[in-house]
């Protein structure tokens, strides 16, 4: 996948935490999917025994020279993250019976912190 938008967040929801995870992406990325050719992934994360969600938007219009995609498929997850539950699942629900509506899975992954890539080693 080419450099694109990262997004990470934690959700204390529980049990919905997963179906939250995958609305928010897929209602994003389904968004912006004509406009920007857009790919995304959304990841479980594990690092030292917390969990959180990381969703990675990549396209050709998301690298580094683009700053106002950047901006605009922040904006929009952020504008769907303030969203009751039970609005952003009937969004979901509604969006997802199109046929041309895109879903993605989570993949579960384990990470470690790495101090060798700590910017603060960036110095010496």
Not at 83 to 103: A, D, I, Q, T, V
Request: charged share 30%.
């Amino acid at each position: 996948m080419e450099k694109g938008v990262e997004i990470a967040f934690q959700l204390n929801s529980g049990s919905e935490d997963a179906r939250v995870a995958l609305a928010l992406a897929d209602l994003t990325g389904n968004y912006f999917l004509r406009d920007f050719d857009l790919d995304w992934r959304v990841f479980h994360v594990t690092l030292d025994g917390q969990k959180y969600f990381r969703v990675l938007f990549s396209g050709r219009k998301t690298g580094t020279l683009h700053p106002e995609v950047h901006r605009e498929i922040r904006e929009k997850f952020d504008s769907m993250s303030k969203l009751p539950y039970s609005e952003l699942m009937h969004m979901y629900e509604g969006e997802s019976k199109s046929s041309e509506f895109r879903k993605c899975k989570i993949k579960e992954i384990q990470e470690e912190y790495d101090l060798w890539q700590d910017k603060f080693w960036q110095y010496f």
